[in-house]
């Protein structure tokens, strides 16, 4: 039997930052595009991103897990300040990248520094993507609930689905949620109970991707 899903890497070293990461094709493609970057800490080959990419794509989406231009620069290390600028941009061209070659609606997201980029770059270009799928959107440095990064979220109005853990040291589900109401788009909080910022648990990979695909699948076909 043919497997349900392909995985290829995947690049493309166009005008701009280049896009490289991996693509995992659905046998039937029936839901559109996703672009999911990784962590400040982290890549591509993340067992959360791996494992989410895996999950949408055998519902039916095309999904690209791809590294960010700071980290195609550096294997280890997290970003510096100056570059999140750059990191934008290698979003964007993936995401034109991807709606180029499919001429499909496209869904950007990612895990903690990487989703923050998303909504930055979201409220830079209200209409560059359908929606946001973020994973553990690190509100504030861990114990410094004032430090909040929130500058940017009375200018998005991209409908945002948030998943967060309840045990995440950058934001409280409370807080998370007192934060959303700055959003004049449509949000969601998938909370999920004891995760923390890393949100996957080694014992419980599947049954934490069926509920993001299905939460996922409810709030953006509304």
């Known amino acids: 039997m043919a497997a349900l899903v392909s995985v290829t890497e995947f690049s493309d070293s166009g ?25 400040a800490g982290a890549d591509c080959r993340s067992k959360l991103l791996a494992a ?39 979003l964007r061209r993936a995401v034109n990248v991807l709606a180029e070659r499919t001429g499909g609606k496209v869904f950007l997201g990612g895990h903690s520094y990487g989703g923050r980029q998303a909504t ?48 995440d040291p950058f934001g409280s589900l409370a807080e998370m949620s007192t934060a959303l109401q700055l959003i004049r788009g449509r949000t969601q909080l998938l909370p999920v109970e004891s995760a923390g910022h890393e949100l996957l648990r080694a014992n419980t990979p599947e049954h934490l991707t069926s509920a993001i695909v299905s939460a996922f699948q409810s709030f953006f076909t509304r």
């Open 15 to 39: 005008p701009g930052p280049a896009v490289r990461g991996f693509l995992h094709t659905p046998a039937e493609m029936k839901g559109g595009v996703l672009v999911l970057t990784h962590g």
């Open 52 to 90: 989410a990419a895996d999950a949408f794509a055998r519902a039916g989406l095309l999904v690209l897990r791809c590294d960010l231009p700071f980290r195609q620069e550096r294997p280890h290390g997290p970003p510096f300040p100056a570059v999140a600028a750059r990191d934008r941009e290698g």
């Open 120 to 167: 930055i770059l979201a409220a830079e270009a209200p209409e560059l993507v359908a929606g946001l799928l973020l994973f553990s959107y690190p509100l504030h440095p861990p114990r410094k609930p004032a430090e909040l990064r929130t500058a940017h979220f009375p200018h998005l109005r991209t409908p945002a689905l948030f998943v967060h853990g309840s045990r």
